[in-house]
């Protein structure tokens, strides 16, 4: 999918809301365990009570790689059914010595037509370029994530005097484009996000960390969003265990209805999402 | 396994050498295509042609995922295949917010039943100790890797006085022991490795980089060895590819015979390894 695509299917949609196919054998409802796959049938109807809500699903990819050969099956018919329209990222956090980061990008962009990857940088431009050799796919790198370990090494300060978070985004810029890369930029941390905003204008960042993990849309919003909206909002456990009963599809939708899925909420901006929306 | 378990072996089979199973469809004798999983095939000639003369395997995870499901089912017969008394590396790179972790560690430690698996550290703390939970099993960190890219982020001298590869050594030291740490340390650095040693003396290093990414064993030997050997030696297309033909199993056991599985090169080392061999 390229740029244009994906803001179309923003301002369309009036959502910048990804849905996480976080998906645990030992969390869905209990009724769907009788089915020859359970794992894609949640899916599958995670997918038909939300495509028209949200822009992207990001299958976190744990989550299949523990069930084994099956759960790879489960992953492959995951992404051939997420609507052509809707962005599919894989949350997949590889990144090797160039030759390895080759395979990785055939084995998510060939053999599984996935949009876009989110790739760990500790390795440099060699492991993250043969990820960009494909047209309309996306390296989604980590910047500054979520989690409480960000503050191990990705907030210390270099002798290029940037923090290394901040390093990540200036180098990474030498190699790849706004049309090819996006930033993984945890919401957690909502008082960098308008630091980082100015060190990539117009990348879209992809933004974990609502709901379970404390973020605020709104402040996140406030910072983040450029002119064409420049954010995709994750939100998983949130929307798809909304309920462990039969009623689960329709309480995700309930849960998905909200926003990012029903516009911004920065007060005053002018973004397309925020205009639509108001 | 457990640490004297690992060093026994390599005192028993006078080796330090790890053969990775980069084992790539496009590249392994023609003649094997005849079999049902051909990739297995191989892996199982060539582990019957070098298990007593090697200490370790590492498949690389990206040549099975590349595959889809069915990658996946040889990876698995791999590792089963693999004897017990061999360490079995996961060379995957994986790393994520700690639930996902989790799930990983429980792919690859407990569905594949694997000795080890390499990390990235740009996560941090709880990206890396859902990996350390496992008895007997251990992360090996990405520290100072062999790729050209290794000089983007890893050489940058942080805010705490060291250079960033540096930081993640003795940071990650607060959360693990080297009886389930060890660390990557790439051939292609060789004067780097007596520094690295200084910071972790008695952590093993795994070393890739030998070989075709243009290491040198004797180098990396004579400042990298400690008094339980220390070092696992990478050497993957060297040994596997060594022909395309029908005797590649032969021609893999005749380059796996050179050293390191025939002892230590390090000129003077009183290191077990060594000793054994004058």
């Given at each position: ?32 365990l ?23 699903y ?7 790689e523990?069930?084994?050969p099956?759960?790879w ?25 160039g030759?390895?980061?080759?395979l ?21 431009e ?77 990348h879209f ?39 462990a ?29 925020a205009?639509?929306?108001?």
């Open positions: 999918m390229n740029r244009p695509d994906l803001f179309n299917q923003i301002k369309k949609k009036d959502s910048y809301l990804c849905v996480g196919l976080d998906t645990d054998i030992n969390k869905i409802p209990r009724h769907l009788v089915h020859k796959d359970p794992i894609f049938e949640f899916n599958k109807q995670i997918i038909d009570a939300t495509h028209d809500l949200c822009i992207a990001k299958p976190n990819i744990a989550f299949y523990a069930l084994g099956k759960g099956e489960s992953l492959q018919k995951t992404v051939e059914y997420i609507p052509k329209e809707c962005f599919s990222i894989a949350d997949a956090k590889r990144g090797d010595i030759n390895t980061s080759s990785y990008a055939r084995a998510f962009f060939k053999e599984m037509n996935f949009d876009s990857i989110t790739v760990a940088p500790y390795m440099g060699d492991s993250v370029t043969p990820f960009l050799e494909f047209k309309d796919k996306w390296v989604i790198l980590l910047a500054h994530t979520s989690n409480p370990g960000s503050s191990d090494f990705q907030v210390l300060r270099t002798d290029r005097g940037n923090l290394l978070y901040e390093d990540v985004i200036l180098n990474s810029q030498k190699w790849s484009t706004p049309d090819n890369m996006m930033y993984v930029v945890g919401a957690t941390h909502p008082d960098k996000m308008g630091g980082i905003r100015k060190l990539a204008p117009h960042f992809l933004v974990p960390g609502i709901g379970a993990q404390g973020g605020s849309l709104e402040e996140i919003s406030k910072s983040g969003l450029n002119s064409e909206c420049g954010l995709i909002v994750n939100s998983a456990r949130t929307i798809i265990y909304a309920s009963d039969k009623d689960f599809a329709a309480e995700a939708r309930r849960e998905a209805m909200k926003p990012p899925a029903k516009g911004c909420l920065a007060p005053g901006c002018s973004c397309p999402v205009l639509s929306a108001s």
